[in-house]
């Protein structure tokens, strides 16, 4: 089983930014991919981010192209987003996660979730 920590979270004005951490316990997960998701109040869990297993390929929102950045250090068992000027929209709980085989990035192709952490833009 793999489990899933997130950190990094918090409040910050918009413009700002902030980096989240994902750090993995268990079983090594560096042949999987792995993604960032964010679900606001109401709103359902979207898809935000996705690297291969090997790092080499990466995969964005939209929304968030040209602004956040995932990386992931296997060595470390970890993976991360650099999330640069944020917008009040941005708002959400983030998590991690870790993909079952396939070549979806969508919710749906989730094998392991983290908790998640709150991120809060200020306008």
């Known amino acids: 089983q793999v489990q899933l920590g997130e950190s990094g979270g918090g409040l910050v004005q918009a413009g700002g930014s902030l980096r989240l951490s994902c750090a993995a316990s268990?079983?090594?997960?560096?042949?999987?991919?792995m993604g960032w998701f964010r679900q606001a109040p109401g709103k359902e869990r979207e898809f935000v981010a996705g690297?291969?297993?090997?790092?080499?390929?990466?995969e964005y929102a939209d929304s968030v192209k040209g602004r956040f950045t995932i990386s992931r250090d296997n060595a470390k068992n970890a993976m991360y987003l650099q999330m640069n000027s944020l917008k009040p929209e941005d708002t959400a709980v983030y998590y991690c996660?870790?993909?079952?085989?396939?070549?979806?990035?969508?919710?749906?192709?989730?094998?392991?979730w983290g908790q998640g952490t709150q991120v809060t833009v200020s306008s």
């Open positions: 996660a870790t993909y079952s085989l396939g070549n979806s990035w969508s919710s749906r192709a989730i094998a392991y």
């Open positions: 268990g079983r090594t997960f560096s042949m999987y991919a």
């Open positions: 690297i291969s297993g090997s790092g080499r390929n990466t």
